[in-house]
């Protein structure tokens, strides 16, 4: 059974940091894409950050670039998000998603509903 389970939510300060991770199991990383996806109280699920296992080629919303880093330990099969200088916008529900693609090159490409796999979410709250 695929399952993708994520953690390291919780309440943070503002410029506080927090480490997402993202554990798969069920299949491996090779040729897929795993992106990181959030979703605010009454407004729409936005990409935030994506990794593209077979090069480790990344994206980032802009909204997040120099903030946050994504990263992936394949032997681990597992995702991590590492969330630096947290604003209260970045409070929201927080998924890890996963597609089996040849991503190299293309790790920018690809949204919600090119996803296959998705996990349940993991709460970020930051206070101000």
């Known amino acids: 059974e695929v399952q993708l389970v994520e953690s390291g939510g919780g309440l943070v300060q503002a410029g506080g940091s927090l480490r997402l991770s993202c554990a798969a199991s069920?299949?491996?990383?090779?040729?897929?894409?795993i992106v990181w996806f959030r979703q605010a109280p009454g407004k729409e699920r936005d990409k935030v950050s994506s990794i593209c296992s077979s090069d480790l080629s990344t994206y980032y919303a802009d909204s997040v670039k120099g903030r946050f880093t994504i990263s992936s330990d394949n032997a681990k099969n597992t995702v991590y998000l590492q969330m630096n200088s947290l604003k209260p916008e970045d409070a929201a529900v927080y998924y890890c998603?996963?597609?089996?693609?040849?991503?190299?090159?293309?790790?920018?490409?690809?949204?919600?509903?090119?996803?296959?796999?998705w996990g349940k979410g993991t709460l970020v709250t930051v206070s101000s």
């Open positions: 998603a996963a597609a089996n693609y040849d991503c190299s090159g293309y790790v920018y490409s690809y949204g919600i509903r090119d996803m296959d796999f």
């Open positions: 069920g299949f491996t990383f090779d040729d897929y894409i």
